[in-house]
């Protein structure tokens, strides 16, 4: 059973940063597409951003150049840098590897809850 452990979230002003971060029980090397997902109050769950094996990103047009997502090989680990934060982008934060649905592909985390607002 994979494990992925969210952290990082927090309360921050608009215009703020938050860096989440993402550890993965297994080896994500041979994990093409490593994504993070954000669910809102009342909403689905989306993918706003995802990063392949060799290191192609790809955001959801409400994210794009605010967020940029990294990945470690090495550490297992994947990252989103969040800057310009909006009150729109309050939600739980979730990674996951994505499958050819844009689904994630393992048992989701707890993920971290990041909230903006002044």
């Known amino acids: 059973q994979v494990q992925l452990v969210e952290s990082g979230g927090g309360l921050v002003q608009p215009g703020g940063s938050l860096r989440l971060s993402c550890a993965a029980s297994?080896?994500?090397?041979?994990?093409?597409?490593m994504g993070w997902y954000r669910q809102a109050p009342g909403k689905e769950r989306e993918l706003v951003a995802r990063?392949?094996?060799?290191?192609?990103?790809n955001y959801e047009d409400s994210v794009k150049g605010r967020f940029t997502i990294s990945r470690d090989n090495a550490k297992n680990t994947v990252d989103l840098q969040m800057n310009s934060l909006k009150p729109e982008d309050t939600a739980v934060y979730y990674c996951?590897?994505?499958?050819?649905?844009?689904?994630?592909?393992?048992?989701w985390g707890q993920g971290t809850q990041v909230t903006v607002s002044s």
């Open positions: 990063i392949s094996s060799n290191g192609i990103r």
């Open positions: 996951n590897g994505v499958d050819l649905s844009r689904a994630g592909v393992w048992s």
């Open positions: 297994i080896s994500i090397f041979s994990i093409n597409r």
